[in-house]
T-cell receptor, first 114, second 114 residues
Framework: EAAVTQSPRSKVAVTGGKVTLSCHQT?????MYWYRQDTGHGLRLIHY???????EKGDIPDGYKASRPSQENFSLILELASLSQTAVYFC?????????????FGSGTRLTVL | GDSVTQTEGPVTVSESESLIINCTYS????????LFWYVRYPGEGLQLLLK?????QKGSSRGFEATYNKETTSFHLQKASVQESDSAVYYC???????????FGKGTHLHVLP
């Protein structure tokens, strides 16, 4: 079965440290996304990518970088983690072309920045 | 911009009772967006529950139903008789046919008591 796998499942980081969240998909999908969810907010799009070696800014890209080295892998990088980046992060993939593309999500990474 | 507003949780109901989670949307970038309900079970990622792409149509899955009402710009989720296994977080969402522009509601946490 097609899947999106995120690692780690949870992480505690120190303020100012570097954090890398990883995502791997076996869906053979072209599009991949990083969202974050905070209490009281819906999922908000950070970065997305529609092809390997290319990334695009979403709605809240500040403080984050993304990397798409291959179709299967998509990373989210926090170069200088801050308290405000404490959240749950979701990776997702989709295949454009069909009407109403379905997003396929990983199980999330809970990041706590202290 | 586009937005989705849904019932604020948590919502607590007893098993076999009926359920409605309200969802209304505002779409400025497209007249008739695609509408979705996603569900997140404990410890898992979001998964598609149902979607409707045509105004006036109804979607259904796992006993849940939602009707796309363009007059009231609503897409309420209903179930006649909930089960304890329905306990989860439910997200209403819309897109403008480009998946990278999916807008999510804040999510409604449903607790079903045995």
């Amino acid at each position: 079965e097609a899947a999106v796998t995120q690692s780690p499942r949870s992480k505690v980081a120190v303020t100012g440290g570097k954090v890398t969240l990883s995502c791997h998909q076996t869906n053979n999908h072209d599009y991949m996304y990083w969202y974050r969810q905070d209490t009281g907010h819906g999922l908000r799009l950070i970065h997305y990518s529609y092809v390997a070696d290319s990334t695009e800014k979403g709605d809240i890209p500040d403080g984050y970088k993304a990397s798409r080295p291959s179709q299967e892998n998509f990373s989210l990088i926090l170069e200088l983690a801050s308290l405000s980046q404490t959240a749950v992060y979701f990776c997702a993939s989709s295949e454009p072309g069909a009407s109403a593309e379905t997003l396929y999500f990983g199980s999330g990474t809970r990041l706590t920045v202290l | 911009g586009d937005s989705v507003t849904q019932t604020e949780g948590p919502v607590t109901v007893s098993e076999s009772e009926s359920l409605i989670i309200n969802c209304t949307y505002s779409a400025t970038s497209i007249a008739y967006p695609n509408l979705f309900w996603y569900v997140r079970y404990p410890g898992e990622g979001l998964q598609l529950l149902l979607k409707v792409i045509t105004a006036g149509q109804k979607g259904s899955s796992r006993g849940f139903e939602a009707t796309y009402n363009k007059e009231t710009t609503s897409f309420h989720l209903q179930k006649a008789s909930v089960q304890e296994s329905d306990s989860a977080v439910y997200y209403c969402a819309l897109d403008d046919t480009n998946a990278y522009k999916v807008i999510f509601g804040k999510g409604t946490h449903l607790h079903v008591l045995p």
